[in-house]
């Protein structure tokens, strides 16, 4: 294991910043950004571009361990178009095949319908806020202000009277159709189907995140969360026998699926780990638990995060580790040095736990 760390449109002076404090391996994501993807989510890639940002990544000293690819609103265009939804999955295939002629070995996704749903910031520490959930306090009007896309980089996280709906979510943007358990499931099959053929062929990695949060039983405004369980994990993991289909494993979002997940969680990581099914970890900690928590520091937590550490070096993972979702605060608007309290705290866990440094390398 090792510590990488994840980013969004990262420019030179950021690259440089993860170099310096030790990272040697990054999750990328250009969501928005017209290098690969343009804007809109399902859009086909360049070979030649993907492949010379990589080779500038790569100038840094670092490697770029993970793409992410934006399935846009495909899950759902798979409920109420189906032809299009097919047109959008051969485009994705296509950008899985680009990836592994551009030297990617893994590409991580998100079958989120409906984007992140939290209800609102908590006080932390030192007069930093929390993002939160709390099923008593939802409302449609809470989810608008504050759900987010899960992808934890510092830009992200909305805040209260200020979320920009082009980061919350199908919800904020179309009439979003009811997601019932088999329709869930069924648009998850269909975007797994074809996005693992092309990964086979390709030899490219699929890391899929987890519904965040977990929903009640019936879902929550006609949406439910099939991924949103360790059952729902392992019916996912069930869809297909190839090795290449897998879990980018957010500790913090299968905490939030227990009631009491310092107790709960250490087995299930175990578990998954021995798999050989995780491809990248996202290493944060929470207090709470089901249907009410709040994302706080590693340190801070109610998951003893060495405990976790140690159930991943058991179960026999080797991938990386990244912070994400670090508390919001005006000392640290872009949340810079929050992320390297979260880095080093992890490379300490990693020492702490026999692993040398830049192992993975």
């Not at 990272?23 to 994501?29: E, G, M, S």
């Not at 047109?87 to 991580?108: H, Q, T």
Request: glycine letters at 12%.
């Amino acid at each position: 294991m090792y510590i990488s760390e994840q980013l969004l449109n990262p420019d030179a002076r950021r690259l440089r910043l993860s170099a310096q404090w030790g990272v040697r391996h990054v999750v990328l994501d250009n969501r928005g950004s017209e290098l690969v993807s343009g804007v809109g989510g399902v859009n086909g890639w360049d070979l030649a571009r993907l492949r010379d940002y990589r080779r500038w990544v790569e100038g840094f000293d670092l490697a770029l361990d993970v793409f992410a690819l934006d399935v846009g609103s495909i899950l759902l265009d798979s409920i109420v178009d189906l032809e299009g939804a097919r047109r959008s999955r051969d485009i994705l295939a296509r950008n899985v095949e680009i990836a592994g002629e551009a030297g990617i070995p893994c590409l991580k996704y998100n079958v989120q319908m409906v984007g992140i749903t939290r209800t609102g910031l908590r006080p932390g520490r030192g007069g930093c806020r929390n993002s939160a959930f709390r099923l008593a306090d939802y409302s449609p009007e809470a989810d608008r202000r504050h759900s987010y896309w899960g992808v934890g980089y510092p830009t992200q996280q909305a805040e209260a009277g200020s979320a920009d709906p082009t980061l919350c979510g199908q919800k904020m943007s179309r009439d979003v159709p009811p997601v019932t358990t088999q329709a869930g499931w069924d648009a998850i099959e269909f975007l797994v189907e074809g996005l693992v053929a092309a990964a086979d062929r390709a030899g490219v990695r699929l890391a899929c995140h987890p519904h965040d949060p977990a929903y009640p039983p019936g879902g929550l405004g006609g949406i439910e969360h099939v991924v949103g369980s360790t059952e729902g994990l392992r019916r996912f993991l069930a869809l297909s026998s190839s090795p290449r289909h897998g879990l980018n494993f957010c500790q913090g979002t299968v905490a939030e699926m227990f009631e009491r997940p310092g107790e709960a969680l250490i087995p299930v990581i175990e578990e998954f780990a021995a798999t050989g099914r995780i491809f990248m970890v996202h290493f944060r900690n929470i207090r709470g638990g089901y249907l009410d928590f709040e994302e706080v520091f590693p340190d801070e937590g109610d998951v003893d995060m060495l405990a976790a550490l140690r159930a991943y070096q058991r179960g026999g993972y080797a991938g990386p580790l990244c912070p994400d979702h670090v508390p919001v605060s005006d000392e640290d608007p872009e949340r810079e040095r929050f992320m390297g309290f979260a880095l080093g705290y992890t490379r300490g866990l990693l020492q702490a736990a026999g692993v040398p440094a830049g192992s993975a390398r």
